[in-house]
């Protein structure tokens, strides 16, 4: 299985500011994958993260509002920018493994937005 | 668009006895994966089993057995011998097979043990 590392774990911020979550992964992955998982709520999907390319967002997300970095193989930040309270939710990154198509995550963020 | 239903959102279960949780999904397309994940307090997402939509064989991790049906769309979690540790939410995932890894989650069930 891949170990993934994914920080903060945890923060608590302004209205208006911005965050940066990271994902750092064990093992080379083609695709990373950021989720978020809304209070009580199952997880959706915000964007597909390739390693030289721009991400693809889902529907309902964009990049201006969580920009997807992925500079390497082993690693992508997704910033929440310019937070409202509607952004408190937990964030999970996820990669596959390519030998056994399995999904991993992260443990998440949990992000509050006051 | 593919879609995941699980009707159960809560579960309860004496502890060693045996639990399913329920899970039924549409799609049209013939070749695809399901899974069952397991979250913890902890947050940690867990894979617990997965089942290729073209094996007729139902998945089996230990405890854990799935009943696929395919032509009825349902895929259920079996849980034998429960233990205070399986006490988590419970998500069902659909993943298509034609290349796109998006994850398709149900809304969960949580289940409780009861001691």
């Known amino acids: 299985s891949a170990v993934i590392s994914q920080k903060p774990s945890r923060d608590i911020c302004q209205r208006g500011t911005s965050l940066t979550i990271q994902c750092q992964v064990d093992?080379?992955?083609?695709?990373m994958f950021w989720y978020r998982q809304q209070p009580g709520q199952s997880l959706t999907l915000i964007a597909t993260?390739?390693?030289?390319?721009?991400?693809?967002?889902e529907s309902g997300f964009v990049i201006d509002k969580f920009p997807i970095s992925r500079p390497n193989l082993t690693f992508s930040t997704l910033t929440v920018s310019n937070m409202s309270p509607e952004d408190s939710s937990i964030y999970l990154c996820?990669?596959?493994?390519?030998?056994?198509?399995?999904?991993?995550f992260g443990s998440g963020t949990q992000l509050s937005v006051l | 668009a593919q879609t995941v239903t699980q009707s159960q959102p809560e579960m309860s279960v004496q502890e060693a006895e045996t639990v399913t949780l329920s899970c039924t999904y549409d799609?049209?397309?013939?070749?695809?994966?399901l899974f069952w994940y397991k979250q913890p307090p902890s947050r940690q997402m867990i894979l617990v089993i997965r089942?290729?939509?073209?094996?007729?064989q139902n998945a089996t991790e230990n405890r854990f057995s799935v009943n696929f049906q395919k032509a009825a769309k349902s895929f259920s979690l079996k849980i034998s011998d429960s233990q205070l540790g399986d006490a988590a939410m419970y998500f069902c995932?659909?993943?298509?097979?034609?290349?796109?890894?998006?994850?398709?989650f149900g809304t969960g069930t949580r289940l409780t043990i009861i001691p």
């Open positions: 093992s080379q992955v083609t695709m």
């Open positions: 089942q290729e939509a073209y094996k007729q």
């Open positions: 996820s990669v596959q493994n390519q030998a056994n198509e399995k999904l991993f």
């Open positions: 995932a659909y993943r298509s097979a034609d290349g796109n890894e998006k994850l398709t």
């Open positions: 993260a390739n390693q030289g390319s721009e991400a693809t967002y």
């Open positions: 799609t049209s397309e013939s070749d695809y994966y």
